[in-house]
């Protein structure tokens, strides 16, 4: 591996350069530019960087996107030419290498790293670690989680490309109870399950981890050993509390056993260890409200909502299918702020707590603004023809039923209305 080139290991997918700093988003796209590396995504936060990162996944992508960048090779930079936009095509199958820098608001590059190694799909991504100044707590801590290299701040391509080329090199030639991972974890890929045991239990004698208790754990919950798998799975948090991955896999199997108590540690644990995951904290806050603790429930519901306000709509439908109109209303309105809710649902759902609550011309107003989107929705039209029932309008009413019936008419509740009036 001595000659490897970094333009040929990394055409079959992306670079991702995740930094606050625009400067040195461009400082890093520069030197892979110089050495004829174009296939660079970017992201300016970490909550950017996952999305990218799961959307590759779950797009399966094995096309490509044409980006527009400056032509800022080190040589043009040097002699002070003018610059150019230029047009390149970046390969987007499948992350190869992230640089990720340590610093960041809100998402810090250990949260970003963490979510990585914590998400099957993902966690087998490098990580190069990019920081301003490199203290043995960091070390220790990144380590712990899985970052495969540093770069402290300055450096220059000579030093960056060593650190990439070195990182690859390993990744090429890992060590051995590594290598066995690997060769299990390809097994899991094809589904010869009893294989990738035997492997990861060889893995095992080599090197105890937290991991390998976990993908002992995986293999087992495959196979329909729950019990087995979950006692893996919490040994795994036990030897090392700070591997959100065990601690994942524990919450998402004792959810998956219907044990949403025992599960709540587990979930409590990850969102200490990585408070910036929406989905995270709506689950939290949702087994909360299983176990009766109503303001904990709001507090990570809240959280939730702050981090990703699409999650508003679910929120929303929990309490309002708790028959909680009240706690429901404000999550709704709240989710009609972002820009892919289902508008149609929330403001048919809003019209029903209205009505529950007397208000029956709010009621109204929020069934037009669903008929202005969908004005064939027969289920609006007759919960509109519902509240006109309850502000007395029987006229209006009867209007709304027969628009019901008019788009749909094997809609029996809309004519048995009709029939009553």
């Not at 047009?87 to 810090?108: G, R």
């Not at 806050?285 to 990703?308: M, P, S």
């Not at 609006?380 to 006229?395: C, D, E, P, S, W």
Request: glycine share 6%; aromatic share 6%.
């Amino acid at each position: 591996m001595a000659d490897i080139r970094l333009k040929d290991y990394f055409k079959d997918g992306y670079i991702l350069v995740v930094d606050d700093s625009m400067n040195m988003r461009h400082t890093i796209k520069n030197f892979f530019h110089s050495i004829e590396i174009d296939n660079i995504l970017e992201a300016p936060e970490g909550i950017t960087a996952l999305k990218i990162l799961r959307e590759t996944v779950a797009k399966q992508n094995d096309g490509w996107i044409e980006l527009e960048t400056k032509d800022e090779g080190m040589q043009a930079l040097l002699d002070n030419q003018m610059l150019k936009m230029k047009k390149i095509k970046v390969n987007t199958s499948k992350c190869l290498f992230i640089l990720l820098d340590w610093k960041m608001p809100q998402l810090t590059g250990i949260d970003v790293a963490r979510e990585i190694r914590a998400d099957k799909d993902l966690r087998d991504i490098p990580i190069l670690m990019v920081t301003a100044e490199l203290e043995l707590g960091q070390v220790s801590k990144a380590g712990e989680i899985g970052v495969n290299g540093y770069l402290v701040k300055p450096f220059d391509g000579v030093k960056m490309e060593e650190t990439i080329r070195k990182i690859v090199m390993n990744r090429e030639n890992p060590p051995e109870h590594v290598k066995v991972i690997m060769k299990g974890e390809e097994l899991m890929r094809k589904g010869e399950f009893q294989e990738a045991l035997k492997i990861y239990e060889s893995a095992k004698k080599i090197k105890d981890s937290a991991r390998v208790r976990v993908l002992i754990g995986e293999v087992l919950e495959n196979t329909g050993n729950e019990e087995e798998a979950i006692t893996l799975y919490v040994s795994a948090t036990e030897l090392n509390p700070s591997f959100l991955m065990a601690q994942n896999a524990a919450a998402n199997l004792y959810i998956k056993m219907g044990n949403e108590k025992s599960a709540l540690k587990h979930i409590e644990k990850s969102c200490e260890l990585s408070p910036h995951n929406p989905r995270r904290q709506l689950l939290l806050g949702t087994i909360y409200l299983q176990e009766g603790e109503d303001k904990k429930a709001e507090r990570a519901f809240h959280n939730a909502v702050a981090l990703d306000r699409s999650v508003a709509s679910e929120i929303g439908e929990i309490f309002f299918k708790a028959e909680s109109g009240t706690k429901a209303e404000p999550y709704f309105r709240e989710a009609l702020k972002s820009k892919n809710c289902d508008k149609v649902h929330i403001h048919n759902r809003l019209g029903i707590i209205l009505r529950g609550t007397g208000k029956w011309q709010d009621a109204i107003n929020e069934y037009k603004k669903a008929l202005a989107i969908a004005p064939n929705d027969e289920v609006i039209h007759y919960n509109m023809g519902k509240a006109f029932l309850q502000g007395g309008k029987r006229y209006e009413a009867m209007d709304s039923f027969q628009d019901a019936i008019r788009i749909n008419p094997k809609f029996d509740p809309a004519r048995e209305e009709l029939v009553k009036l």
